[in-house]
C-alpha cells in the first residue's frame, strides 16, 4: 500500500502562510508609504531591552514628530502600559500562544488610527531569536537587540534573527565590565553571520551610545 509522504503537505502549509503574511506586509508598506509613516521593529529575546530603549526614544521622539508604537507579547499589557507613560498612542498586541507578531496583527491593531496623522511607527516584536525572523510587517528598518548579559555568540546561534535586521544594537551597556563582555568577539560573531552589519553599542540606563542611535533613527527617517 503506497503512503502520502506527511512533511511536504507541512511545508506547502507553512509556505501558504508566509506567503500570506507576505501579500499582507507588501500591502501595509504601501500603505505606510503612502502615510508617509517611518516603520521601525525591535526584535530580540526576552528582557534584553526592548521596552526600555523604547521608552527612551519615544521620549526623545515625541519632541520632534508625531509618533505612535504597537507592542507585542504572549500576555498581559505591561509594556503597552510603560510605554504610554512617554505620552504617545500605544497599543498592546496580545498573541497568547504565538512567538511573534504577523502583518496581520499589525493591520488589525492599526485599526481606528490615522496613519496620516502619524510620522514614525515603532513597533516592538515579542521576545524571541527565532520565530520573528521570517514575519516581515511591513516596517522600512528592523533592528536586532542583544544584551551583553546573553553572552557573546549569539548571533551565531540565531544567525537568521541577525540577518533578517537592518542593524544590530548591543544593549546594556553598562554592565559590560560585570558580565566581562568581550565586545570584539561579539563584533566578530555579528560580523561572521551579516559581514558589514551597522552595529550600535548603548545603554539606555545610563545614556551611553544613545545619541548616536537617536541619530541613526533620524538619518534613516530622513532618508525617506
Ligand atoms: N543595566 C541595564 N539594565 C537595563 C537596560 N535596559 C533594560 N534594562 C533592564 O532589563 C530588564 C528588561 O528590560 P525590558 O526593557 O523590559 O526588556 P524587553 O523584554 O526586551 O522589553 C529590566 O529590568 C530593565 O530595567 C540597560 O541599558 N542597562
Ligand atoms: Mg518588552
Known amino acids: 500500500m503506497k503512503t502520502m509522504p506527511r512533511l511536504p503537505r507541512l511545508i ?13 506586509a507588501r500591502a ?22 526592548k521596552t526600555t530603549l523604547l521608552e527612551k526614544t519615544l521620549t526623545q521622539f515625541r519632541c520632534e514628530c508625531r509618533v505612535a508604537a504597537l507592542v507585542g507579547d504572549l500576555a498581559t499589557d505591561n509594556d503597552a502600559a510603560r510605554l504610554a507613560r512617554t505620552e504617545v498612542p500605544v497599543k498592546q498586541i496580545t498573541t497568547g500562544t504565538v512567538c511573534h507578531l504577523e502583518a496581520a ?6 485599526e481606528g488610527w490615522n496613519l496620516a496623522a502619524l510620522d514614525c511607527l515603532f513597533i516592538e516584536n515579542v521576545g524571541n531569536l527565532v520565530c ?3 514575519y516581515d510587517l511591513g516596517e522600512d528598518l528592523r533592528l536586532t537587540l542583544m544584551s551583553v548579559t546573553e553572552g557573546e555568540d549569539k548571533p551565531l546561534k540565531y ?8 542593524a544590530a544594537v548591543i544593549t546594556k551597556i553598562d554592565l559590560a565590565a560585570a ?10 560573531s555579528i560580523q561572521s553571520v551579516r559581514p558589514g552589519m551597522q552595529v550600535f553599542e548603548l545603554s539606555a540606563k545610563s545614556g551611553q551610545g544613545m ?4 541619530q541613526f533613527l533620524r538619518r534613516t527617517r530622513d532618508q525617506g
Open 105 to 110: 496583527m499589525i493591520e488589525h491593531a492599526l
Open 132 to 134: 520573528p525572523s521570517s
Open 12 to 24: 506547502e502549509v507553512r509556505k501558504n502562510v508566509l506567503k500570506q503574511n507576505d501579500l499582507l
Open 179 to 188: 558580565v566581562e563582555f568581550d565586545s570584539k568577539v561579539a563584533y566578530q
Open 28 to 49: 501595509l508598506r504601501e500603505r505606510f508609504r503612502e502615510a508617509g509613516v517611518f516603520v521601525v521593529s525591535i526584535v530580540s529575546s526576552p528582557g534584553s531591552g
Open 211 to 214: 545619541d548616536e542611535w537617536l
Open 159 to 166: 544567525p537568521t534573527i541577525f540577518n533578517s535586521a537592518d
